[in-house]
């Protein structure tokens, strides 16, 4: 990079809270970002990543304060200017995009009044010409037929357009510099893939910088040019991207990375950073790291590692600075190899054209006008010891799968046969004694455990309700064991949940689980409210539990490499119906249908040497309550036929384990490009 | 004071209220999730000035709620006459009545008379007070002196009890904390403790003061004057204080169980449960609530004119009347904290806990009352602290509309009620109303901040915006 610098932060510090224990949500931050350049910020939740955007934009929380630093745009100080020149600022020559566009967007105020009110406010040349600029910023969003849109609501518009909306206005002003706070994790993969090619396209147009905040090594692989990681408040290492997926540096990095699931950990556990990000309200002496690192030094704990630079732009913030190239990875005993379980004859559980209707009822008299179809038809097995991952873009029903399954939401149809029993025509008074072999693990820690509740409690509550254990000692023992099952110690009994980490909260739960000793889970997202290095903790202990006691998961996630790394089967879901299901080798490797095919290369590579076309899908997933007719997937599908618009097409078995739902693989002749060009995950 | 004990409906609804909070509080303090909000609502100055003001009623409202019928003295057989052991604390205030209005502080009537002179002669003129003033040879000059007097005596008594109560206060927290009495002390002056007890002690001393201070006047004077009938308005706007508190707190009693059941019942089991619950109190609503506080009252009132004689003494047949204004209060009210107990409970059924339970085969009503109930309660208590000052209020207004409690007892609503012809009458009688309107404002607007106080504390959407 040459020339000066855009943005320049120095020393940046930020807290929050009140005066006596500041949070210190950034403490002493430097970043440059170059005319033209994505820098990626990344870091886990609770790193300060999201403080330093705002501190930038100077829209800190009312408790938040700048207590040291400078920030200069160009050759303008932010931090100095008064409150009136900063609203000029923002949103003229920096613009921001935030995570959830469901709620930045005004209700009652039409798409066009909103861009048109940022037009008015930071672009004066067009102040005469506002709708056709708004227009114009439309169609640079890639949003179709923009004339019709600017004259609706944003309840009209679907997440991906509102998010396209937000970067229209972002863009109003003409910004130099634009702040995008994850501005993909609210949004599917597909959507998210449209979303980043969209900021990359602008970005070469225009020509402006883009500090881009995320958690997702991914994304940062697919749009980042340099990129930033951020540890407790502090910037740890800086590299350019390309370097840093080859060889990052810092021992916190490498951990991420290793803790990344994937097709080649597969058979293996997880690297796992222990513990989790400290409290940002204590003050650090030594390395803020340094409880987490594997090769922490007595230099360590006694000062804080200085900066050091590692090339003309990357650096780091660690005392191994300069002589760690040679050291060869520590691998330690966790690349223990796991054996796989050998598939048995009998299924455990068999799902039968499963379906969950809701009413949709208007009127006076509530008649029953329509159904939404949430689940339409669903078939599966899950053998024992065996894990099948249901995939699928939010909305399309996954959650209400495994509900069904468990009767928690009473299916409409269809047949759920479990050890014999058609669960389904139980009532649930019989149901209860069935309830000890299924049990399920929700996605968020916090919701799924009552806040009223001590933690021994929560997790005996199951064993007492179906009177696993006899009397109260005996089930204070079995808490305490089932928490050391899980990695926890047995005082946890006598704590809150409020008291624990996500990732600790997580364990509980999976303790809850397995306290009325069940052969089947059902995992709903279990893992994508954690942070990546928390995420590997759980999966090595659901793996580990699986070969210990056999269990059989139904796992249901977004996150395909989730799926390649822990799942046996996998089933892709689209609209309440599965589209395609086989062995994961199989589904992964060569998938068939045209939309797991688009949903597997929209995941973003963390390997940049691996990238590949990303097939884009136009527009959302319709609405369950008014599916299209014939094939569902055939108004975005790009090989549909006049047939898919007719018909919904059978299953076509392509191996023993493996059936597709699409007229083209069906006739043979759909060309399955993702065979041939390394769509390995 | 000896005499036969007499339980009184609302006595022993009042007790048991004092035993359910105190229970609740020793069962909160073990518990964290509970602890905290109070710990936030004591550590408010808002909240302990308040608190302060309000353990001042609640310490007469109590006092006033222990009745008996005194003996004749003599061992012999009780009256009919039941009074209270706050009435026996200030007999002297009940006792000295007057033959008709005297204004506050006054030494002769305010109304002319003819008065017969010793020497035969009648003039018209402003009769001297029976007692009122009555230990002044010429109050024309010596009474305002004597006020002073008097005032300055109260204020010194105030503020040495004050002074004691500081010091025991200091020396207890020094005990607690382990350090000594003169840096608790200062510690404490400077305002640098974690609960407030600069205000608190602040507090406590105005309101001493103020006792103190009338205690002394009104021994001698009548400190708010006297109504039509000569009694002493101060005493009656004391003992309307039970009077308010009753209708604020035991109306919440009686309508708590049905609205916390029936809004869980109908947001946790939905279905037709949901619809008959939704249409009882879409129903209920849809009825104006004063006409049905009036039939109800005015159907009370003839079953008592028939039944006269199952009633022992008046103050029985007020209190009967006084528990059923509460009882009907809270058939009408129950309802808003209904609606919100289901919308609540209709979110927490779909919350993760909730269906694991469900996924643990565990029953309804160990999830109603375990994970439900729980978490619905910081609404519950802020609705209730919430409504207090409300049915405060209400009280007034139904009484100046004669559907509110016995005329025969003691309530700010008679208060105004009578001060309707007494703003009529020319000069005015203004200090009747007055008197309600400042003890009512002063316990209202500290009921109407302490609600405040404990909403921000226990919402837990406000929690995290400090």
Redesign the interface.
């Known amino acids: 990079m040459n020339g000066r610098p855009l943005l320049r932060v120095e020393g940046l510090r930020t807290w929050l809270g009140d005066h006596a224990r500041p949070v210190r949500a950034v403490d002493g931050l430097d970043l440059e970002i170059h005319r033209g350049e994505t820098l990626a910020l990344l870091g886990e939740s609770g790193c300060g990543k999201s403080m330093t955007a705002l501190s930038i934009m100077r829209l800190l929380p009312p408790s938040g304060r700048i207590v040291a630093g400078h920030v200069f745009l160009g050759e303008t100080a932010l931090l100095d200017l008064p409150e009136s020149a900063m609203r000029n600022e923002r949103g003229g020559r920096m613009g921001m995009i935030f995570q959830e566009p469901m709620t930045s967007l005004n209700a009652v105020l039409t798409v066009g009044e909103q861009i048109a009110e940022a037009v008015r406010l930071h672009d004066p040349d067009s102040r005469d010409r506002v709708e056709e600029r708004v227009v114009e910023l439309l169609t640079a969003v890639g949003i179709p037929d923009p004339r019709r849109r600017l004259r609706e609501f944003p309840h009209q518009l679907s997440g991906g357009m509102k998010q396209r909306v937000m970067i229209a206005i972002a863009l109003a002003g003409r910004p130099e510099l634009l702040i995008a706070d994850e501005p993909t994790t609210a949004l599917d993969v597909t959507i998210q893939a449209q979303v980043l090619a969209l900021l990359k396209d602008l970005q070469q147009r225009t020509g402006m910088a883009v500090l881009l905040i995320t958690h997702d090594l991914g994304v940062v692989s697919e749009v980042a040019d340099r990129l930033a990681v951020m540890y407790a408040g502090q910037i740890i290492e800086v590299a350019a991207t390309r370097g840093f997926f080859r060889q990052p540096r810092h021992p916190y990095s490498r951990k991420l990375f290793e803790s990344m699931p994937g097709r080649n950990r597969r058979g293996r556990a997880l690297a796992v950073i222990e513990g989790s990000v400290p409290d940002l309200a204590s003050e650090f002496r030594g390395c803020r790291f340094l409880e987490r690192c594997d090769r922490a030094m007595p230099v360590c704990a006694e000062e804080e590692p200085p900066w050091c630079d590692t090339g003309v732009d990357s650096g780091m913030r660690c005392h191994l600075c300069g002589r760690e190239q040679t050291e060869a990875e520590v691998a330690g005993g966790q690349a223990a190899q796991v054996e796989e379980v050998e598939e048995p004859s009998r299924p455990l559980l068999e799902v039968q054209d499963l379906q969950v209707h809701f009413p949709i009822r208007k009127g006076v008299l509530k008649r029953v006008v329509g159904q939404v179809k949430a689940v339409d038809g669903v078939t599966l097995e899950i053998h024992q010891g065996r894990t099948l991952a249901l995939v699928g873009e939010s909305g399309c029903g996954k959650t209400t799968v495994g509900k069904g399954i468990l009767q928690l939401i009473r299916p409409t149809g269809g047949a759920v046969r479990f050890g014999g029993d058609d669960l389904t025509r139980l009532d649930r008074r019989a149901l209860r004694p069935r309830r000890t072999d299924m049990q399920i693990i929700f996605q968020d820690p916090v919701s799924s455990m009552n806040p009223r509740m001590l933690v021994g409690d929560i997790v005996a509550e199951g064993m007492r309700a179906l009177g696993v254990v006899g009397d109260a000692r005996e089930g204070r023992l079995r808490v305490a064991e089932l928490l050391r099952q899980v990695g926890l110690s047995e005082e946890a009994a006598s704590r809150y949940p409020h008291e624990f980490s996500g990732g600790q909260r997580q364990r509980i739960c999976v303790a809850r689980a397995l306290a009325v000793n069940p052969r089947f889970i059902v995992c709903d997202e279990p893992t994508s409210a954690l942070d990546v290095s928390v995420q590997a903790q759980i999966l090595n202990l659901l793996k580990a539990l699986q070969q210990d006691l056999g269990l059989s998961y139904l796992f249901i996630t977004h996150d395909i490499s989730v799926v390649d790394y822990l799942a046996h089967e996998v089933a892709v879901m689209y609209l309440g119906r599965i589209v395609e299901q086989g062995r994961v080798e199989e589904v992964l490797a060569t998938p068939a249908h045209p939309y797991t095919r688009a949903l597997l290369s929209a995941v973003p590579q963390v390997d940049p040497e691996r990238r590949r076309q990303v097939i884009r899908l136009e527009g959302d997933m319709p609405s369950p309550a008014d599916p299209p007719a014939g094939c569902f997937f055939h108004p975005r599908c790009p090989e549909a036929t006049d047939q898919c618009r007719r018909a919904y097409p059978d299953e076509v078995s392509l191996s023993d384990s493996w059936r597709v739902s699409c007229f083209r693989v069906a006739a043979g002749t759909s060309a399955r490009p993702g065979a041939g060009d390394g769509a390995t995950g | 004071m000896s005499g036969e004990l007499v339980v009184l409906w609302t006595d022993a609804l009042i007790f048991l209220l004092l035993v359910v909070a105190v229970g609740f509080g020793v069962y909160a303090a073990g ?3 509970l602890r905290g909000p109070w710990g936030a609502v004591v550590r408010s100055r808002v909240g302990m000035g308040t608190l302060v003001v309000l353990a001042f009623y609640v310490a007469v409202g109590l006092l006033d709620s222990i009745h008996f019928q005194p003996g004749d003295g003599n061992g012999g057989p009780a009256g009919a006459e039941v009074v209270s052991l706050f009435d026996t604390l200030v007999g002297g205030l009940r006792a000295r009545q007057e033959k008709s209005y005297s204004a506050p502080l006054a030494t002769r009537l305010y109304t002319k008379e003819n008065i017969e002179l010793p020497d035969g002669r009648t003039v018209r003129d402003y009769p001297r007070l029976r007692y009122g003033g009555a230990h002044l040879q010429d109050p024309e000059s010596e009474r305002l002196p004597d006020l002073l007097r008097l005032s300055a005596v109260g204020i010194v008594k105030g503020l040495v009890v004050s002074l004691v109560v500081a010091n025991v206060l200091i020396m207890l927290l020094a005990g607690r904390n382990r350090s000594d009495y003169g840096s608790q002390a200062r510690q404490l002056l400077r305002g640098r403790t974690g609960i407030p007890w600069r205000v608190a002690l602040g507090m406590t001393t105005l309101m001493l003061v103020l006792v103190f201070w009338s205690a002394e006047l009104a021994a001698k004077y009548h400190l708010l004057g006297t109504d039509k009938v000569g009694e002493d308005v101060f005493y009656q706007a004391l003992k309307s204080i039970r009077t308010g508190l009753v209708i604020g707190t035991l109306t919440t009693l009686v309508m708590l169980p049905a609205a916390i059941l029936l809004g869980i019942m109908a947001g946790y089991f939905r279905g037709w449960v949901d619809d008959l619950i939704q249409y009882t109190y879409t129903t209920l609503n849809s009825i104006p609530g004063v006409l049905l506080i009036a039939a109800a009252i005015l159907m009370l009132q003839i079953y008592m004119s028939n039944h006269a004689d199952e009633f022992n003494s008046l103050v029985e047949r007020a209190d009967l009347r006084l528990l059923f204004l509460c009882i009907i209060l809270g058939v009408t009210s129950w309802t808003g904290l209904c609606r919100l107990l289901r919308g609540e409970a209709l979110k927490l059924r779909e ?3 909730v ?9 309804h009503m ?1 999830i109603i009352t ?2 439900i109930l ?2 619905v309660l910081h609404i519950v208590l802020i609705s209730v602290v919430l409504d207090f000052s409300g049915l405060v209020l209400a009280e007034a207004v139904l009484s100046y509309v004669n559907i509110g409690v016995d005329p025969t007892m003691n309530s700010w609503g008679n208060m105004i009620n009578s001060a309707r012809l007494e703003m009529a009458r020319e000069p005015i009688v203004w200090w009747s109303l007055a008197a309600a309107m400042i003890f009512m404002f002063v316990l209202v607007l500290a009921a109407n901040l302490l609600s405040d106080v404990v909403q921000d504390a226990f919402n837990p959407r406000l929690r995290n915006r ?1």
């Open positions: 518990r964290p999730h919350v993760d806990y269906q694991a339970a469900t996924a643990l085969g565990v029953g160990t375990r994970h729980p978490n400090r």
